[in-house]
């Protein structure tokens, strides 16, 4: 089926990129607390700057963006633009694209960001400044945790990689929608309308029915520099121009798919054991070839085919350069103190006990009000496993808490501490995940031995 395609290729991705992740996660900690520590933390604060004549891409407020700024807002909008790519495809066409396929996930989801939310405030010091950072135990990493998942292999049902992957989704719409809520600053009115001119072209682009990634992307340049200085903050242009590049082609599958099967005709049937090798096309050949050639990139929609280009530049070079830049921690700094008290055993209480507690309990009262049932070939304890793996939030609850804290006086030492939680509740929350799914789950699936033959 192409939707269980498209999770299993989905599935396969994050796999590998979970594995680049924590790699050069390692090697930041490393370096954050090795000899050349200093180099290390003063690398990302050189400024950066993309000019032509006065005019700088990478300012922001007069001032050019440091490395680390160009990282946390360029880079993550691409992320984010890859992220909202994949929303959309699931609300379209995936298992975001029904009621019936998307409640239990969106459900689970909902209550693994109020519960966590909860926890944090419950938990956290009654100080103004940590609670800016009452959302970080909100997000679920979705290469990790489909990482992790992935050790099981053939012993987890298809059912429960369905709901984990498609909860990961809701999540990171849950995410975007904090961010654009909650974190952003002063509004610049010039800047705005220059935000929703851009925003206005790239509807009117989808609704003319214009075809060209490269409209969208340029567009969405603009439309990132104008959020950028608006106030808005500016990752959220990838989200808004994902959602409106087309995901459907101009003529429809069958018109190009009947295109390519009379191009393909028009060559004589051979035989392919034949030794008559041609060496030279004729030049009706060689157009009707390219006719097949442009039919075929045709009958791939802009968004599939961008996210697909996108996925090895996010999960290769964006995603680990992130967390090289943001995880590094200089545990010489902090005391047992940092690491037992303040913002991060809040946020790892609401990593470890909320996700787990928020996806598991509103999940269990939709299935027995019977609204929605448990996935397919799940029981409640392999469900219940697969809810702790909802802990793991490294990437993006590292990128609400450099949102929360860093811009503040003594956001350094609080950084650190929602850092320090984040690592270990995502570590708890993996351990404990496969602790709980080694022993849940069953050793083989019925049928299982016929399928991989299948595959």
């Known amino acids: ?163 984990l992957a498609a909860l990961a989704v809701a999540d990171d719409l849950g995410g975007i929608i904090v961010i654009a809520l909650f974190y952003s600053s002063s509004i610049d009115a010039t800047f705005l309308l220059m935000a929703l001119g851009c925003v206005a072209l790239l509807i009117a682009g989808n609704a003319l029915r214009i075809m060209k990634k490269s409209f969208y992307l340029v567009a969405g340049l603009a439309l990132w520099y104008a959020m950028l200085n608006s106030g808005i903050h500016a990752t959220i242009a990838g989200v808004i121009v994902a959602f409106c590049i087309p995901a459907s082609q101009r003529k429809g599958s069958p018109h190009y798919i009947e295109r390519i099967r009379k191009n393909i005709n028009r060559f004589p049937v051979t035989d392919v054991n034949s030794k008559h090798h041609t060496v030279i096309l004729t030049p009706d050949d060689v157009d009707t070839l390219k006719s097949i050639e442009s039919a075929a990139d045709k009958l791939i929609s802009p968004l599939q085919d961008l996210e697909d280009n996108l996925y090895k530049l996010i ?74 793996l909802c802990g793991i939030g490294l990437t993006v609850s590292i990128f609400i808490a450099d949102l929360s804290y860093a811009a503040l006086e003594s956001g350094a030492q609080i950084l650190n501490q929602a850092k320090v939680g984040i690592l270990c509740g995502s570590l708890i929350s993996a351990v404990a995940g496969c602790i709980l799914l080694n022993r849940y789950l069953p050793h083989s699936l019925p049928g299982q031995k016929e399928e991989n033959e299948e595959e």
């Open 1 to 163: 089926m192409p939707i269980k395609y498209s999770f299993k290729s989905m599935i396969k991705r994050y796999v590998t990129t979970s594995a680049v992740l924590i790699v050069f996660a390692a090697l930041a900690l490393i370096a954050a607390n090795s000899p050349l520590k200093d180099e290390y933390f003063e690398f990302w604060k050189m400024p950066v700057h993309l000019s032509i004549g006065d005019f700088n891409f990478f300012e922001h407020n007069s001032h050019p963006m440091t490395l680390m700024h160009v990282i946390n807002d360029f880079f993550m909008a691409l992320f984010f633009l890859s992220v909202g790519l994949e929303i959309k495809r699931e609300i379209l066409v995936g298992e975001l694209s029904t009621k019936q396929k998307a409640m239990l996930p969106i459900i689970g989801a909902c209550g693994g960001m109020l519960v966590p939310v909860l926890l944090f405030w419950l938990t956290c010091p009654n100080d103004a400044d940590m609670l800016r950072g009452v959302a970080i135990p909100m997000a679920t990493d979705i290469a990790f945790s489909l990482g992790v998942l992935s050790i099981f292999k053939t012993r987890v049902p298809s059912g429960l990689k369905i709901f």
């Open 315 to 388: 999960g290769y070079f964006i995603i680990p350069l992130f967390a090289f830049a943001n995880v590094g921690i200089d545990f010489s700094s902090m005391s047992i103190a940092d690491v037992t008290g303040g913002v991060g055993i809040s946020v790892m209480t609401g990593l470890v006990f909320g996700k787990l507690i928020g996806v598991f309990s509103f999940s269990w009262v939709a299935i027995k009000c019977r609204i929605v049932q448990l996935p397919q070939g799940s029981n409640w304890k392999s469900f219940a496993s697969v809810c702790m």
